[in-house]
């Protein structure tokens, strides 16, 4: 099973990293092919990197590891998205990071399905800074808790197998809708990190939960 990650900066290659240790083939999604390949030949050789489209023809499950506000031209270059599953891990924070771009109403998950109709969207992933995912996913040595939300259990269900089997602790929390509720623990995460200086190997989780 491959799995392609659309992006080659510090959240995509910490995903490409685990989920190729986990035994998975990753595939770069990237406009410039050669930087690409550089990466790419740097985290193993289940790693490989081609242009954004032809890399997302390669996998059911894409993994849309760019900014929120790229995400509208990073989908129009994917080519075709039906069927597959969309993983988004985005965070619509302001330039600041001092607080959201959408919310209450809406969500960039919900945002980014009418980007993609035909795709499955599953929230994912967006609590995590890069740089736990770089280091195994672990905090405090305990695999760190990636909170999913989707409309599509099948597509929710191939997501939880993924991080379970990365070594991260899925945590299905129900539809779509909840990413409303997800991309604010993102972004009070970057808010303890970086504003109160914790430091990035923190991450949410919930306790209490087999």
């Known amino acids: ?51 954004i489209t032809s890399a997302v023809a390669k996998s059911d499950i894409v993994v849309l590891a760019v900014p929120y506000a790229a995400a509208s031209g990073v989908i129009a270059a994917a ?28 969500s960039a998950a919900e945002e980014i399905q009418k980007l993609a109709p035909e795709a499955r969207v599953v929230k994912a992933f967006n609590t995590l800074f890069a740089q736990v995912l770089q280091g195994g996913g672990k905090v405090a040595g305990v695999g760190a808790t990636v909170f999913i939300a989707g409309d599509d259990e099948a597509a929710n269900d191939d997501v939880a197998e993924i991080v379970a089997k990365a070594g991260l602790k899925p945590l299905k929390t129900g539809g779509l809708s909840l990413a409303r509720y997800i991309e604010p623990a993102g972004g009070l995460n970057v808010a303890l990190g970086y504003g109160r200086g914790l430091g990035t190997a923190i991450a949410p989780t919930w306790s209490g939960v087999a």
């Open 1 to 51: 099973m491959s799995i392609t990650i659309i992006g080659a900066g510090n959240m995509a290659k910490g995903l490409a990293g685990l989920f190729a240790a986990a035994g998975y083939d990753v595939v770069l999604g990237v406009r410039d092919v050669a930087k690409g390949k550089e990466i790419a030949a740097k985290l193993g050789d289940k790693v490989s990197a081609y242009e």
């Open 79 to 106: 080519g075709s998205l039906a069927g597959k599953v969309l993983v988004d891990i985005t965070n619509p924070l302001t330039p600041d990071y001092a607080g959201l771009t959408i919310g209450h109403e809406t």
